[in-house]
Antibody, heavy 125, light 112 residues
Framework: EVQLVESGGGLVQPGGYLRLSCETSGFTFSNYWMTWVRQAPGKGLEWVASIKEDGSEKYYLDSVKGRLTISRDNARNLVFLQMNSPRGEDTAVYYC??????????????????WGQGTTVTVSS | DIVMTQSPLSLTVTPGQPASISCRSSQSLLESNTHNYLDWYLQRPGQSPQLLIYLGSNRASGVPDRFSGSGSGTDFTLKISRVEAEDVGIYYCMQALQTPLTFGGGTRVEIK
């Protein structure tokens, strides 16, 4: 069974540090881009960051550039979102999702077809 | 950034009746005259989002055939042929053509 399980959320002070993890199983992790999407309380969905299957390219929402960092460990089938100096507006449920399947010259896109259950981050003093 | 606009904001439907949600993008989502990079997601109350439709009109695995997606370029529609109680939730369109990936504001569907 294909599965994504996020962890690492919690209460963090503004300017602090938090690292979210997404443990994956049931598919060839190293073939897929991975994406983080968040949802602030009572709000809609917001894309945060994506990382290519081999980690060679990373893409970020402008408002998180320089503060949030996406990374992956293909040997352990894990994707991370490191939060440095989080702000109140980063308070949200963070979901990881399986994105497009990469290959040498491009990718196959079949939607973000698998999502985790989410992990809640609260940024507050 | 590509702006995604959904309508209506909310919809109340009698079970067994059809429903339709519109999504408009601020620029074309058609790439190389082949694929429209437009998805539809459903977030049921208290749950994670789930993929319904990708590339404009392709149903995701396990999605009932009462759900269909259509449209091209900048105008897209999600149709539910016969709404069931389990279809309650918030529906989002999302463009996957370019980063930042952007979502519509969502359409809340309730059952009468």
């Amino acid at each position: 069974e294909v599965q994504l399980v996020e962890s690492g959320g919690g209460l963090v002070q503004p300017g602090g540090y938090l690292r979210l993890s997404c443990e994956t199983s049931g598919f060839t992790f190293s073939n897929y881009w991975m994406t983080w999407v968040r949802q602030a309380p009572g709000k809609g969905l917001e894309w945060v960051a994506s990382i290519k299957e081999d980690g060679s390219e990373k893409y970020y929402l402008d408002s998180v550039k320089g503060r949030l960092t996406i990374s992956r460990d293909n040997a352990r089938n894990l994707v991370f979102l490191q939060m440095n100096s989080p702000r109140g507006e980063d308070t949200a449920v963070y979901y990881c999702a399986r994105d497009r399947e990469g290959y040498s010259y491009g990718y196959y896109y079949n939607g973000m077809d698998v999502w985790g259950q989410g992990t809640t981050v609260t940024v507050s003093s | 950034d590509i702006v995604m606009t959904q309508s209506p904001l909310s919809l109340t439907v009698t079970p067994g009746q059809p429903a339709s949600i519109s999504c408009r993008s601020s620029q074309s989502l058609l790439e190389s005259n082949t694929h429209n990079y437009l998805d539809w997601y459903l977030q049921r109350p208290g749950q994670s989002p789930q993929l319904l439709i990708y590339l404009g009109s392709n149903r995701a695995s396990g999605v009932p055939d009462r759900f269909s997606g259509s449209g091209s370029g900048t105008d897209f529609t999600l149709k539910i042929s016969r709404v069931e109680a389990e279809d309650v939730g918030i529906y989002y369109c999302m463009q996957a053509l370019q980063t930042p990936l952007t979502f519509g504001g969502g359409t809340r569907v309730e059952i009468k």
